[in-house]
């Protein structure tokens, strides 16, 4: 079984910038696609970003231009940059990662964007 592991959320104020990490317990080559949900209170969990095996990216468009997701194939890991945060960004982010037994998800990160 995939074990996610997220680091990275916290308390920032708005403008502000955070780093999530995703660690995997395999090599991130074997999936399909790895991405970054989140879900706020109240709402369904949604797509933030998305990397699929070859590199392919798609952000959803509240994130693009402030977001970027990208992997380091040594550690096993992929990130989300995520710049001039918003309140609208406070969530717990989710880790996912698609291969051919399903989708496997990370315990989630807290982020909330307050001043």
């Known amino acids: 079984q995939v074990q996610l592991v997220e680091s990275g959320g916290g308390l920032v104020q708005p403008g502000g910038s955070l780093r999530l990490s995703c660690a995997a317990s395999?090599?991130?080559?074997?999936?399909?696609?790895m991405g970054w949900y989140r879900q706020a209170p109240g709402k369904q969990r949604e797509l933030v970003a998305g990397m699929s095996n070859g590199g392919n990216t798609n952000y959803a468009d509240s994130v693009k231009g402030r977001f970027t997701i990208s992997r380091d194939s040594a550690r096993n890991t992929v990130y989300l940059q995520m710049n001039s945060l918003k309140p609208e960004d406070t969530a717990v982010y989710y880790c996912?990662?698609?291969?051919?037994?399903?989708?496997?998800w990370g315990q989630g990160t807290q982020v909330t964007v307050s001043s």
């Open positions: 996912n990662a698609r291969n051919y037994r399903g989708d496997s």
């Open positions: 395999e090599s991130i080559f074997s999936f399909y696609s």
